[in-house]
């Protein structure tokens, strides 16, 4: 028995040496940020992405990972930082980085995509290639989007007062939005007020009826514990997909070696699929908690999801003319989902044969 023990002290201190010396042995460090927390999705894929690297380097390549706001606070902190090379990799959502490249905003626009199997074709195609140029150009070739993801499934209506099932429903309502425009321009067309509120405050806006609902995703309802702040009543209309947008400094990724590179874009590959599965799993239990929490969830029948989606056409010409590129990449975006429904559609198909 003393023997197994002296055997496991020794192993222990072995792996304890190896895994300092691995440490030690790492020629780059890459810096990664998320302004949110550890239940996140966000956070989720930076752990696959920092456990690839660095093993797929054999330790050549470390992860450094600061959840919260301990580098930088708002997506334009954070984007200057990319830009000037004191952070190495950010997540934002579109609303994060409207400032600096509005036209992100394509992917909110509501009612375009059908379902999980279409959003993710469309974000493993072209398109992202295409808003990376874009983004490059705009940015000096400073800011570089690596992929995009996803951080909490799909956008619903969710409020303290009463079920939403058509957008009758939603007149008058204060809805939290995001401080971007077309959030705002959305919430405006189907007859709610929109009310601009940061994230952090949206609990205290709830509970004293500064504001009567807002739209995200349910694990982000849960995660903040607003059914304690009075929300109530989910209408799962999925209006809008959440993407995550991933960067990276350009300039450092240009400093890597190409055999680097490959790394670096296969461990933002495994990011990205393990954030499009991470939602899919936390719903599950997060609308169960909804529930025993006293809320109600509602789906839209076809007829009413077709009334929402007549009531948000303004949104789309909005796009069009007020945001710089903006015909030109909903062009992109609708023909980039079209061929993507065709791609479902068919493998759907051939799964159901026979």
């Known amino acids: 028995m003393l023997k197994n023990l002296m055997k496991t002290t020794m192993l222990a201190g072995v792996i304890a040496i190896s895994a300092g010396q691995l440490a030690q042995a790492a020629d780059i460090t890459l810096r990664a940020t998320a302004n949110?927390?550890?239940?996140?999705?966000?956070?989720?894929g930076l752990v696959v992405f920092k456990n690839y690297i660095e093993n797929a380097s054999n330790g050549a390549i470390a992860v450094e990972l600061f959840i919260g706001t301990q580098l930088c606070a708002t997506g334009e902190e954070c984007l200057q930082g990319i830009a000037d090379g004191s952070l190495d990799i950010y997540i934002s959502t579109s609303g994060g980085a409207a400032g600096l490249f509005p036209y992100l905003q394509v992917l909110d626009l509501p009612y375009i995509m059908n379902d999980d199997r279409v959003a993710e074709e469309v974000l493993e195609g072209p398109f992202t290639a295409e808003l990376r140029d874009l983004a490059l150009s705009d940015s000096g070739d400073t800011i570089r989007l690596m992929?995009?993801?996803?951080?909490?499934?799909?956008?619903?209506?969710?409020?303290?007062?009463?079920?939403?099932?058509?957008?009758?429903?939603?007149?008058?309502?204060?809805?939290?939005t995001v401080?971007?425009?077309?959030?705002?321009?959305?919430?405006?067309s189907l007859g709610a007020a929109?009310?601009?509120?940061?994230?952090?405050?949206?609990?205290?806006?709830?509970?004293?009826?500064?504001?009567?609902?807002?739209?995200?995703?349910?694990?982000?309802?849960?995660?903040?514990?607003?059914?304690?702040?009075?929300?109530?009543?989910?209408?799962?209309?999925?209006?809008?997909?959440?993407?995550?947008?991933?960067?990276?400094?350009?300039?450092?990724?240009?400093?890597?070696?190409?055999?680097?590179?490959?790394?670096?874009v296969d461990a933002f590959y495994a990011l990205q699929q393990a954030t499009f599965a991470s939602p899919k799993r936390k719903e599950i239990a997060a609308?169960?908690?909804?529930?025993?929490?006293?809320?109600?969830?509602?789906?839209?029948?076809?007829?009413?999801?077709?009334e929402f989606k007549d009531a948000v056409q303004p949104v789309f010409e909005w796009f069009k003319k007020s945001v710089p590129g903006g015909e030109d990449i909903f062009a992109s975006f609708t023909i980039a989902v079209d061929e993507a429904q065709a791609t479902v559609d068919e493998q759907r198909a051939m799964e159901m044969a026979n």
Do not use: C
């Open 36 to 44: 949110s927390n550890e239940n996140d999705e966000d956070y989720d």
């Open 147 to 176: 992929t995009i993801g996803n951080t909490g499934g799909w956008r619903n209506f969710a409020n303290t007062e009463h079920t939403i099932k058509t957008p009758a429903d939603m007149k008058g309502l204060k809805m939290r």
């Open 179 to 188: 401080p971007a425009e077309l959030p705002q321009e959305l919430v405006k």
């Open 194 to 264: 929109p009310t601009p509120i940061a994230w952090p405050e949206l609990f205290t806006s709830l509970q004293t009826g500064v504001v009567q609902g807002t739209a995200n995703g349910i694990t982000d309802i849960m995660n903040m514990k607003f059914p304690d702040a009075g929300l109530k009543y989910i209408t799962l209309d999925r209006h809008s997909y959440m993407a995550a947008f991933w960067w990276m400094s350009n300039e450092r990724f240009k400093s890597l070696s190409e055999d680097q590179q490959k790394l670096v």
């Open 287 to 306: 609308y169960q908690d909804f529930l025993k929490a006293g809320g109600e969830i509602y789906v839209p029948t076809d007829a009413e999801k077709a």
